[in-house]
């Protein structure tokens, strides 16, 4: 398992598209920082909702390749031949993800900080943020594993995680024009609202409950699609 | 060792495989031959447990591979016909992983390593990154990626493909050094290469054996038939009918002229002693015979007659 991740990880950082992705996630959480800090606020939250957001763009880039590309280059059966479990090579796979996404989680943590030295506190409402914006990463992660086992064509791969994801996000804003049980509904698998109680402030035992049933769901589905692939198509 | 019974494959409405079942004993080397397309490959996935299998069972040393795949896969080394390469990692850096990924005990995989790189030759290009090998190198890296832990049977798809010949002949030589432990399932379209190490061989056409038997008693079975070249400094028509007068001819003729004179003839017959009897029959006549030069049946000719016929050959 930490055989798979630890190889990830290298080959991400050994390529550029570790920094590219930290660097164009740093860039965009630069220019949203620009707003609170020019109007003289000490708020960091409404900045953390639109880092949700740019997950979204962020996650599929990230996890594109890493089930697509092995099965593209024929290292899949190296995988699947060797005594190493399916699941402990998927876990592996999505910790290694969400490594990368934890770093980009701290070197974001460099402008509350910044805010701090200038006389803002770090409040429990933050941490509390910071808590469900790594809840969020994990349950983005799972779903762009899963959109990467689907394809061997990484920029389908891309797509996929990146219209599921935007769905899961925009469920919580159709709820709200749609009303009744519907909107319950929606609201019940919105990541978007359950990640609001979080920018709120607001520590919701449910709402961690959730991102962790729907990471671990979608780690299963993953096994399952791969485990699929093999019997039905050879 | 490997024990494979009544294995089909369907691939949708294709039958890739369809109910093989062969046997490969301990310390072994088994030849697996056929054409491209034949369902060579298909098996060896099965073997491995990278494919599951239609219908029939696989089991190695006695584990069948749905209800026990880690123990098989513990005990093989596969090269599929791509190799797996991870080209952004160096030669160490891959075999490390590899080692890892198949539970080397940390403290033997240094010891392990070094071994296999000299063993096909990798020692000196450890350090470089396996995207910049050119596809010889690349292909033992392959190889040694298979022999990593130590498997007690190595599957290997088409070694050799796309290799010079003076690598061909020592991935052979490292494949014959290995064999003396192993169990090695060995699949080639080639022909000489699968009679230089094979002491087995299968013959599989679209998808069913067509035969099955060592190389040596492969030959005999289709040779039986004695066949002979000749040149012979006689004129075509009386030496054709004399010959065929010879007990045991079963069939005469000629195929032209031969470039330093006389008419070459090609004989088909049953008996051994059909040698002695040409030779004194053309003496009586006094038409010089020039050459006799057995044809043997190779395993080229046995292949294709096996595979165009479809004609079983035991």
């Known amino acids: 398992m930490f055989t798979v991740a630890k190889k990830e990880i290298s080959t991400y950082f050994k390529s550029p598209i570790a920094y590219v992705l930290i660097g164009l996630f740093m860039l965009m959480i630069s220019v949203l920082f620009y707003t609170p800090f020019s109007i003289g606020s000490g708020d960091f939250l409404p900045v953390m909702d639109s880092m949700g957001f740019f997950l979204i763009f962020l996650i599929p880039i990230l996890t594109m390749r890493i089930l697509a590309e092995d099965r593209k280059n024929g290292t899949e059966v190296l995988l699947l031949t060797s005594p190493t479990s399916l699941t402990k090579i998927v876990v592996g796979k999505f910790l290694a993800m969400y490594f990368i996404f934890f770093v980009i989680t701290l070197l974001s943590l460099i402008y509350p900080l910044i805010m701090v030295a200038y006389g803002a506190a770090f ?19 799972s779903v762009g594993v899963f959109a990467s086992a689907l394809t061997e064509n990484q920029i389908i791969s891309a797509i996929i995680s990146f219209v599921a994801m935007l769905a899961f996000w925009l469920a919580g804003t159709f709820a709200a024009e749609i009303g009744g049980n519907v909107a319950k509904f929606l609201n019940w698998i919105s990541l978007t609202s359950r990640y609001d109680v979080f ?35 050879g | 060792m490997i024990e494979i019974q009544n294995l089909t494959k369907k691939y949708g409405q294709v039958v890739a495989v369809n109910n093989i079942s062969f046997d490969v004993k301990k310390g072994e080397i088994l030849g697996f031959l056929g054409p491209n397309g034949a369902g060579k490959s298909t098996t060896m996935n099965i073997i491995t447990g990278y494919l599951p299998s239609t219908s029939g069972t696989v089991k190695v040393d006695g584990y069948d591979i749905l209800t026990h795949p880690d123990e098989v896969k513990k005990r093989i080394g596969y090269l599929p016909e791509a190799p797996p390469l991870y080209r952004d990692m160096t030669v160490t850096e891959f075999l490390r992983f590899v080692s890892d990924l198949k539970y080397v005990p940390k403290k033997k995989q240094k010891g392990q390593m070094a071994d296999i790189m000299e063993l096909v030759g990798l020692t000196d290009h450890r350090k470089r990154l396996v995207g910049n090998l050119s596809k010889g190198y690349r292909q033992r890296v392959g190889l040694a990626q298979a022999l990593v832990g130590n498997p007690e049977v190595l599957i290997l798809d088409e070694p050799t493909v796309g290799l010079d010949p003076k690598q061909i002949i020592e991935i052979r030589r490292v494949i014959k050094a290995l064999s003396q432990e192993r169990t090695i399932i060995l699949s080639s379209h080639i022909l000489p290469e699968v009679s230089a190490i094979c002491e087995r061989i299968v013959i599989i056409n679209k998808g069913v054996i067509a035969a099955e038997d060592t190389p040596d008693r492969l030959s005999q079975g289709v040779g039986q038939v004695l066949k002979l070249n000749l040149t012979i400094n006689g004129p075509v028509k009386e030496v054709i009918s004399a010959v065929r007068k010879i007990d045991g001819v079963t069939y005469m003729d000629t195929t032209g002229k031969a470039p330093d004179g006389g008419n070459r003839f090609i004989l088909e017959g049953v008996s051994n ?12 006549n006094g038409w010089p015979l020039t050459e006799i030069k057995p044809s043997i049946m190779t395993l080229e000719d046995i292949f294709i007659s096996v595979v165009t016929k479809g004609q079983e050959v035991r």
């Not at chain 1, 729907?214 to 485990?227: A, G, N, Q, S, Y």
């Not at chain 2, 002693?273 to 009586?284: G, H, P, R, S, V």
């Open chain 2, 273 to 284: 002693d059909i040698k002695e009897k040409l030779f004194y029959a053309m003496a009586e």
């Open chain 1, 123 to 141: 409040t429990v409402q933050l941490a509390g943020a910071y808590i469900g914006f790594l809840l969020l990463g994990a349950a983005f992660i």
């Open chain 1, 199 to 233: 920018t709120r402030g607001l520590l919701g035992l449910p709402e961690i409950a959730y991102f962790v049933f729907f990471t671990i769901l979608f780690i299963f589905l993953t096994v399952r699609v791969i485990e699929r692939r093999r019997w039905v198509q």
